[in-house]
């Protein structure tokens, strides 16, 4: 995207982080943005969000997400990319639900298509140590961190409609921003 910060980018007159706000606020007390150091946060605490930087620069997403949990106060923490701009509170929903029951499992990931979604999945907080450990051994894709704890991957029949959601949109070039207009 030429380096735009994606949770800014435009679709349909709203930006992607005030479409998934719109989705995340009625569902979560508190919505903590993960950041990269040096990043301006008023861009996100001007929006009421609390924001968290990153302990480990340059690991990427699972930076993001072990300061998230580090940051986090509940039991389970929902990581959402701030590129999805189609969030279904529904689907949120449905996994959440399956959260509360999750004994055997420290993170609920889902497999639209087939595929694992990492960052539309909850996570029990108190995974933050493997997700230092993965980060500190460099192993930093999300997939290596489901191998270290309880991962419950879902599908369709755990939640019904997950592969034909829109939830796991995510916009990664100029011609994906282009062709979300029009599709809210």
């Given amino acids: 995207m030429g380096g735009a910060e994606k949770a800014f980018l435009v679709v349909d007159g709203e930006a992607i982080l005030d479409r998934q706000v719109r989705v995340l606020q009625p569902r979560f007390g508190e919505i903590v943005v993960a950041v990269a150091p040096g990043a301006d946060t008023m861009k996100y605490s001007s929006r009421g969000l609390s924001v968290v930087i990153d302990q480990?620069?340059?690991s990427g997403p699972m930076a993001g997400l072990h300061a998230a949990l580090e940051a986090c106060k509940t039991e389970w923490l929902f990581a959402v990319a701030g590129d999805m701009p189609f969030l279904e509170g529904s689907i949120i929903d449905r996994i959440a639900g399956l959260a509360v029951g999750a004994h055997d499992a420290?993170?609920?990931?889902?497999?639209p298509n087939g595929r694992p979604e990492p960052l539309h999945?909850?996570?029990?907080a108190g995974i933050k140590a493997a997700?230092?450990?993965s980060i500190e051994s460099g192993r930093l894709a999300m997939t290596d961190l489901f191998d270290a704890i309880r991962t419950r991957y879902l599908d369709d029949r755990d939640v019904p409609g997950l592969s034909s959601s829109r939830?796991?949109?995510?916009?990664?070039?100029?011609?994906?921003?282009?062709?979300?207009?029009?599709r809210s």
């Fill in 56 to 58: 480990y620069q340059g």
């Fill in 106 to 111: 420290d993170a609920l990931v889902p497999l």
């Fill in 121 to 124: 999945a909850f996570y029990r």
């Fill in 131 to 133: 997700a230092a450990r």
């Fill in 167 to 182: 939830s796991f949109s995510n916009l990664n070039t100029p011609e994906d921003l282009a062709g979300a207009a029009g």
